[in-house]
């Protein structure tokens, strides 16, 4: 591949200046595990596209002498420079790497006649990439803002008065209406993110308090310990959700392993609250599903088939109020 002013700025030092250390880690291990697909060249421009939770598309251009970068999931959608950003980046330095000497300043010397060519859908006036270097340490990752989706910034129903979500660490609505819990495979962020298909799928539901757990990023700093006060807030919050929901709807993703889903499903097996979907192919199918029909849980065995039941017992829940 050729190379756009954007492969002569990049430097993994460079990019360990721009993601925090576990963003960089984790980046680096999409790299190595090729998770990096249809990398291709677009005028100035370079488009990957990453294998996560789902598949995300990634666009890395020069600007002054610096990175600019773009990536459509949440986190590159707040102008975080992700995980995906970096196993692409590592792959065009990989690629880059790989051109003969002659090449490359071949290609340098046609690429600097003219400016980089920003992208018109994400305008370097929104600073992504922006923020110049640091040679000293690295830049700290962006806060997470409390509520993940514009409609949930605000207890409030939205205007149409559908379903607003309500995702940790934010504080729980006070709520008068029906709410749903979201528990499932979340695999610190690797599992598929059917959390945000079941949000779009409720959306129209009046009234509805959506709480989802799924951050849109995980720390992976985070230490698994009851002395670290970032873990016991999650957890604590998942607990008080799962107390004050009417509805727990629970997805076992065929290709997680989902341990704390596993937990969940014995403290709230006798609930009465509980629709469980554990599609085949689940490393503990069988288990799920004894406990299930031991406690005579609602389960059903696809997603869409889930969704489905949450609508009708959400409706049941909403006409007892």
């Known amino acids: ?14 990019l360990r200046d721009l993601a925090d250390g576990p963003t960089f880690s984790r980046g680096e291990r999409y790299f190595r595990e090729g998770r990096v697909s249809a990398l291709a060249r677009d005028g100035k421009t370079i488009r990957g596209t990453v294998k996560g939770a ?12 610096r990175i600019a970068y773009a990536c459509s999931c949440p986190v590159g959608e707040e102008g975080g420079f992700c995980k995906h950003c970096v196993a692409v980046a590592l792959q ?25 060519e920003v992208p018109p859908t994400k305008p370097l006036s929104k600073a992504r990439g922006a923020r110049p270097p640091s040679s000293t ?24 008065g559908g379903a607003v979500e309500h995702v940790a660490p934010a504080p729980l609505p006070e709520h008068d209406g029906p709410q749903v819990f979201l528990a499932g495979s979340i695999d ?9 298909e079941a949000v779009a799928a409720l959306a129209d539901i009046p009234d509805l308090a959506i709480l989802n757990p799924r951050r849109r990023e995980w720390d992976g700093r985070v230490e698994g310990r009851v002395e670290d006060p970032d873990f ?10 799962m107390e004050r929901a009417d509805v727990i709807a629970m997805y076992f993703a065929p290709a997680s ?65």
């Not at 016991?232 to 959700?241: D, F, I, M, N, Y």
Request: hydrophobic content about 35%; overall charge negative.
């Open 54 to 65: 789902t598949a995300y598309d990634v666009r890395l251009w020069g600007a002054g002498g």
């Open 257 to 321: 392993r989902a341990p704390i889903t596993l937990l969940e499903l014995g403290l709230h097996a006798a609930s009465g609250k509980l629709i469980v979907c554990c599609p085949d192919g689940y490393f503990r199918k069988g288990n799920v599903d004894l406990v299930c029909r031991r406690y005579g849980v609602h389960q059903t065995h696809d997603f869409a088939a889930l969704l489905r039941a949450l609508r009708a017992r959400l409706g049941a829940a909403r006409s007892k109020r």
């Open 1 to 14: 591949m050729s190379g756009p002013p954007v492969v002569h700025v990049l430097h993994a030092a460079q």
């Open 92 to 116: 065009l330095i990989e690629a880059r790497n790989a051109q003969p000497d002659d090449e490359e300043e071949g290609d340098e010397e046609q690429d600097e006649v003219d400016e980089p």
């Open 232 to 241: 016991v807030a999650q957890v604590e919050w998942e607990l008080e959700a």
């Open 188 to 196: 610190q962020g690797e599992a598929e993110d059917w959390q945000r």
């Open 137 to 160: 340490k690295p830049v700290k990752p962006e806060p997470r803002p409390e509520i993940a989706t514009p409609a949930a910034r605000s207890s409030a129903p939205p205007a149409s």
